[in-house]
C-alpha cells in the first residue's frame, strides 16, 4: 500500500516556536489528522482489496465447477452446500497469501468440489478450511510484522531528514526521494540507502563541526589559519592563536574516523637555541592554553558539539614541538622585512641618483 509523503512541520517548527508558542500545538495536531488519514485511507484500501479476493473466489469456485465430471451430482442440497462453503472459504482468504500457497489452496478446493463421496468431501472442505485459517493466521502475522518494520524504517528516514536539515545540509536529489518515499511507507529502507544517508549525515555532522569550532575560537578573540573550517571534512591539522602570542600557536588535529581531537601548543621557528628562559615561556604559554579550554569546550556545547577531554598533559612535561611552517609565519616580521628591502632599495636609488651627499 502507498502513502503519501508525511508532513514535514517538525523540520522548521522549532525556528518559529519563539514567535507563535501554540505552533508546536498546531503542527502536533496536523500530524495526527494525517495519520488517521492514512490508517482510515489503508482501511479502505485493504476492504477494496478483500471484495475483490471475494469476486476472484466465486469466479474460480465456478471455473471449478465447471471442470467437475457430469457424474457428479451437483444439483443435490448436499452438493450444493459443499459448493456454496468452497465459495466461502475462498473468498475469506487473505488477499496477501503468496501465489504458491494461493495455487495449494486452489488445487484442494477443485479436489473437494470433484468428489462424488459426500463424506470424503466434507474431510476435504475441513481440510479446506484449516488450510486456509493456517494460511490467514501466516499472512496477518507477517504483514503485521512487516508494518511493524516499515514503520520503524520510516521513523528512521525521518529522523534522518530532520537530523541534516538541522545541520543545514537538506538531503537532495535522489536521496533525498528515496528518503521520503521510505518515511511515507512506500518503499523499504535498504542497506545501500541507509549507508548513503549516514555518510551524508556524517559528512554533514563534520562540515557543522568544523564552522561551530572556527566561530567559537573567533568569538573567544582567537585567530585562525585559512580553510579552518573544512579541518573536519579533510582531516588533517591546522592553527589557531591569540595576537599576542607572538610565535606560539595551538595546532588542532582531527581523526575524523575515530572521532578524535588533538590540541597541543606549538612555537613557529627553525634553528634557534634552547634556552631555560625559552623553556620557561613554553610552560607558561601551554598553561595559558589550558586554562582557557575550559571556556572553548563550554561554547562548543552550547552550540551543540559535545567534545569529552579523555587525556590531558600537564605544562612542561613534554618539550614544546618548534615547526617551520609557512603558515606560522608572522605577518607582522614579513611586512617589517618588506619594508626594509624598500628602504634599502630606496637609498640605492637615490644613491646612484646623487641626491645623497
Same mark, same amino acid.
Given at each position: 500500500?502507498?502513502?503519501?509523503?508525511?508532513?514535514?512541520?517538525?523540520?522548521?517548527?522549532?525556528?518559529?516556536?519563539?514567535?507563535?508558542?501554540?505552533?508546536?500545538? &498546531?503542527?502536533?495536531?496536523?500530524?495526527? !489528522? %494525517?495519520?488517521? %488519514?492514512?490508517?482510515?485511507?489503508?482501511?479502505?484500501?485493504?476492504?477494496?482489496?478483500?471484495?475483490?479476493?471475494?469476486?476472484?473466489?466465486?469466479?474460480?469456485?465456478?471455473?471449478?465447477?465447471?471442470?467437475?465430471?457430469?457424474?457428479?451430482?451437483?444439483?443435490?442440497?448436499?452438493?450444493?452446500?459443499?459448493?456454496?462453503?468452497? !465459495?466461502? &472459504?475462498?473468498?475469506?482468504?487473505?488477499?496477501?497469501?503468496?501465489?504458491?500457497?494461493?495455487?495449494? /489452496?486452489?488445487?484442494?478446493?477443485?479436489?473437494?468440489?470433484?468428489?462424488?463421496?459426500?463424506? !470424503?468431501?466434507?474431510?476435504?472442505?475441513?481440510?479446506? !478450511?484449516?488450510?486456509?485459517?493456517?494460511?490467514?493466521?501466516?499472512?496477518?502475522?507477517?504483514?503485521?510484522?512487516?508494518?511493524?518494520?516499515?514503520?520503524?524504517?520510516?521513523?528512521?528516514?525521518?529522523?534522518?531528514?530532520?537530523?541534516?536539515?538541522?545541520?543545514?545540509?537538506?538531503?537532495?536529489?535522489?536521496?533525498?526521494?528515496?528518503?521520503?518515499?521510505?518515511?511515507?511507507?512506500?518503499?523499504?529502507?535498504?542497506?545501500?540507502?541507509?549507508?548513503?544517508?549516514?555518510?551524508?549525515?556524517?559528512?554533514?555532522?563534520?562540515?557543522?563541526?568544523?564552522?561551530?569550532?572556527?566561530?567559537?575560537?573567533?568569538?573567544?578573540?582567537?585567530?585562525?589559519?585559512?580553510?579552518?573550517?573544512?579541518?573536519?571534512?579533510?582531516?588533517?591539522?591546522?592553527?589557531?592563536?591569540?595576537?599576542?602570542?607572538?610565535? %606560539?600557536?595551538?595546532?588542532?588535529?582531527?581523526?575524523?574516523?575515530?572521532?578524535?581531537?588533538?590540541?597541543?601548543?606549538?612555537? %613557529?621557528?627553525?634553528?634557534?637555541?634552547?634556552?631555560?628562559?625559552?623553556?620557561?615561556?613554553?610552560?607558561?604559554?601551554?598553561?595559558?592554553?589550558?586554562?582557557?579550554?575550559?571556556?572553548?569546550?563550554?561554547?562548543?556545547?552550547?552550540?551543540?558539539?559535545?567534545?569529552?577531554?579523555?587525556?590531558?598533559?600537564?605544562?612542561?612535561? &613534554?618539550?614544546?614541538?618548534?615547526?617551520?611552517?609557512?603558515?606560522?609565519?608572522?605577518?607582522?616580521?614579513?611586512?617589517?622585512?618588506?619594508?626594509? /628591502?624598500?628602504?634599502?632599495?630606496?637609498?640605492?636609488?637615490?644613491?646612484?641618483?646623487?641626491?645623497?651627499?
Amino acid at each position: 500500500m502507498h502513502r503519501q509523503p508525511e508532513l514535514q512541520i517538525n523540520t522548521w517548527v522549532d525556528d518559529l516556536a519563539e514567535n507563535n508558542p501554540n505552533l508546536e500545538k &498546531i503542527a502536533a495536531e496536523l500530524n495526527n !489528522r %494525517y495519520e488517521i %488519514y492514512i490508517h482510515l485511507r489503508d482501511g479502505l484500501e485493504r476492504a477494496k482489496a478483500i471484495l475483490k479476493m471475494r469476486e476472484q473466489a466465486a469466479t474460480l469456485a465456478a471455473s471449478l465447477q465447471r471442470t467437475i465430471p457430469s457424474a457428479v451430482e451437483s444439483s443435490t442440497p448436499r452438493r450444493q452446500g459443499v459448493n456454496d462453503n468452497v !465459495r466461502d &472459504i475462498l473468498a475469506s482468504l487473505d488477499p496477501g497469501t503468496p501465489k504458491q500457497h494461493q495455487a495449494q /489452496i486452489e488445487s484442494l478446493a477443485k479436489s473437494c468440489l470433484a468428489t462424488i463421496d459426500p463424506g !470424503r468431501a466434507e474431510l476435504l472442505l475441513t481440510d479446506l !478450511r484449516v488450510r486456509v485459517n493456517r494460511l490467514n493466521r501466516a499472512t496477518r502475522d507477517e504483514q503485521r510484522c512487516l508494518a511493524e518494520r516499515r514503520d520503524k524504517e520510516a521513523g528512521e528516514a525521518r529522523d534522518l531528514i530532520q537530523r541534516l536539515g538541522a545541520l543545514g545540509q537538506a538531503a537532495e536529489g535522489a536521496l533525498r526521494d528515496d528518503l521520503l518515499k521510505v518515511s511515507s511507507g512506500e518503499a523499504p529502507f535498504t542497506e545501500a540507502l541507509r549507508l548513503a544517508a549516514t555518510s551524508a549525515l556524517a559528512k554533514a555532522e563534520r562540515n557543522y563541526a568544523g564552522f561551530v569550532l572556527k566561530d567559537a575560537l573567533e568569538q573567544l578573540g582567537y585567530e585562525v589559519q585559512d580553510k579552518f573550517e573544512t579541518l573536519f571534512a579533510q582531516d588533517g591539522s591546522n592553527f589557531f592563536q591569540r595576537p599576542s602570542w607572538g610565535d %606560539y600557536h595551538c595546532r588542532i588535529t582531527v581523526d575524523a574516523d575515530r572521532e578524535r581531537l588533538n590540541f597541543d601548543v606549538v612555537r %613557529y621557528g627553525a634553528g634557534e637555541t634552547e634556552s631555560l628562559d625559552r623553556t620557561l615561556l613554553d610552560k607558561e604559554m601551554e598553561e595559558k592554553w589550558c586554562e582557557e579550554v575550559p571556556g572553548l569546550l563550554c561554547r562548543l556545547a552550547e552550540n551543540g558539539v559535545a567534545v569529552d577531554l579523555t587525556r590531558k598533559l600537564a605544562p612542561g612535561s &613534554i618539550a614544546l614541538q618548534v615547526i617551520d611552517d609557512e603558515r606560522l609565519k608572522p605577518k607582522g616580521r614579513e611586512r617589517e622585512k618588506e619594508t626594509l /628591502i624598500n628602504y634599502e632599495r630606496s637609498l640605492q636609488f637615490n644613491s646612484n641618483k646623487g641626491w645623497l651627499g
